[in-house]
């Protein structure tokens, strides 16, 4: 079934009705840096990972990118273009090789209308998806650059025990300018902030890593 018990969406389906959903699906690979879809295209499917990652992002006429989400396997991505007509909102691009399990929409919609059962489970998981971009959004509104710095760290890091000390760590290595990308600041405060938080202690850099030794400050 490609997977597809661990992706989100698909949560609370039976394996009956996972089948059926895998049957309507193609995989292709994708090399690292493809843009799979622009801002602005007519495209009409849903692509799940199965392997890599990718960022989605926004970007002008500059060139100025802001990166509003950086997504990894069991992630998803394009599932309005399913549900709904209209333009892609946003662009995205592999970070690395990446497999993606590509669903379209003609045939995901003549799925849906055979099968309401798997129509209302996918509107409560994607009802759930929209709360989690709601609370993205009044994050960027509401707080400080600060603020936002923080919250990124901690959902991108998990916990894990150092010396029998809880701590937690961001795995995947992350730039500075992609953080600032995340939050929409310069690179240059989130190195000063980055930087004063390791003068504090409150976080380190152990083999490309960024490790959280304690709670963070809630205030700069």
Do not use: C, W
């Not at 992630?75 to 691009?93: D, P």
């Not at 993205?136 to 998990?158: C, F, H, M, P, W």
């Not at 953080?179 to 000063?192: D, K, L, T």
């Amino acid at each position: 079934m490609k997977n597809l018990q661990s992706i989100p969406l698909f949560k609370n389906m039976t394996l009956e009705e996972l089948d059926k959903i895998s049957q309507h699906t193609t995989t292709r690979t994708f090399p690292k840096n493809t843009v799979v879809i622009n801002e602005g295209d007519d495209t009409d499917s849903l692509y799940l990972i199965d392997k890599g990652s990718v960022k989605v992002y926004l970007s002008d006429d500059n060139g100025k990118e802001v990166i509003i989400n950086t997504l990894e396997a069991g992630e998803y991505f394009g599932e309005l273009s399913i549900l709904t007509a209209g333009k892609r909102s946003a662009s995205v691009m592999t970070n690395e090789n990446s497999v993606l399990t590509i669903i379209h929409k003609q045939s995901f919609k003549t799925l849906l209308l055979n099968h309401p059962s798997i129509a209302y489970t996918l509107i409560e998981n994607l009802a759930n998806r929209v709360r989690d971009l709601t609370e993205n959004i009044k994050s960027l509104a509401l707080q400080d650059v600060y603020g936002r710095v923080i919250k990124t760290l901690l959902s991108l890091s998990e916990p894990l025990q150092i010396n029998n000390m809880d701590k937690r760590v961001i795995r995947k290595r992350i730039t500075q300018q992609e953080i600032a990308s995340r939050v929409g600041s310069s690179r240059e405060m989130v190195a000063r902030i980055l930087k004063d938080l390791a003068l504090g202690e409150y976080i380190s850099h152990e083999n490309k890593q960024i490790v959280i030794n304690k709670k963070l400050p809630e205030h700069y």
